[in-house]
T-cell receptor, first 118, second 111 residues
Framework: DTGVSQDPRHKITKRGQNVTFRCDPI?????LYWYRQTLGQGPEFLTYFQNEAQLEKSRLLSDRFSAERPKGSFSTLEIQRTEQGDSAMYLC????????????????FGNGTRLTVT | SQELEQSPQSLIVQEGKNLTINCTSS?????LYWYKQKYGEGLIFLMMLQKGGEEKSHEKITAKLDEKKQQSSLHITASQPSHAGIYLCGAPLTGFQKLVFGTGTRLLVSP
């Protein structure tokens, strides 16, 4: 079980630069999620995919954010024109689809990418 | 305001003592998920509660779901330093394919 892997673990960038993060889910999982977590808070949902289809995006996800999962396997999250307020831990999670209607299968998280915008 | 409120926000206990963490929802709970997070790392899935009155245990950690009270509790018996971390509850509150999380309870276990 290789788990969910995220790359890079840390990213320091200057305001205004673009950054891209990668997530490799557990291989048999067809759902992939992106969350953002700031210090002292729980993770906040950003978006999720079922296979290659992006099914939901949070209002937190401004036009500067874009996520893709082109072949239904790995995913990338790009932030354009970064701002200091984008500094956070970006967490990726994956799960199987299924479970009961109101009780999704448990999410399995990677170790996150910590972004610092200076 | 938070849809999932956790209490206490932080907790320091002496090794060997028992403790309880609560998670209260402002909306109907159909399921409740408990996770643990070590500082600077990802979330580790602990257990999932699906039905009112359900109780699950994993090693020295027990969690219960009270659907009527829209509440879950997580109890650790005979705490150890390895239990230290942030405990987070999550639930499918705003769409049934994703989880909303509480702000977490930070646990320190002193020797």
């Amino acid at each position: 079980d290789t788990g969910v892997s995220q790359d890079p673990r840390h990213k320091i960038t200057k305001r205004g630069q673009n950054v891209t993060f990668r997530c490799d889910p557990i291989s048999e999982h067809n759902r992939l999620y992106w969350y953002r977590q700031t210090l002292g808070q729980g993770p906040e949902f950003l978006t999720y995919f079922q296979n290659e289809a992006q099914l939901e995006k949070s209002r937190l996800l401004s036009d500067r954010f874009s996520a893709e999962r082109p072949k239904g396997s790995f995913s990338t999250l790009e932030i354009q024109r970064t701002e200091q307020g984008d500094s956070a831990m970006y967490l990726c999670a994956s799960s199987l689809s299924g479970g009961e209607v109101f009780r999704p299968a448990p999410l399995h998280f990677g170790n996150g990418t910590r972004l610092t915008v200076t | 305001s938070q849809e999932l409120e956790q209490s206490p926000q932080s907790l320091i206990v002496q090794e060997g003592k028992n403790l309880t963490i609560n998670c209260t929802s402002s909306k109907t709970l159909y399921g409740l998920y408990w996770y643990k997070q070590k500082y600077g790392e990802g979330l580790i899935f602990l257990m999932m509660l699906q039905k009112g009155g359900e109780e699950k245990s994993h090693e020295k950690i027990t969690a219960k779901l009270d659907e009527k009270k829209q509440q879950s509790s997580l109890h650790i018996t005979a705490s150890q330093p390895s239990h230290a971390g942030i405990y987070l509850c999550g639930a499918p509150l705003t769409g049934f394919q994703k989880l909303v999380f509480g702000t977490g309870t930070r646990l320190l276990v002193s020797p």
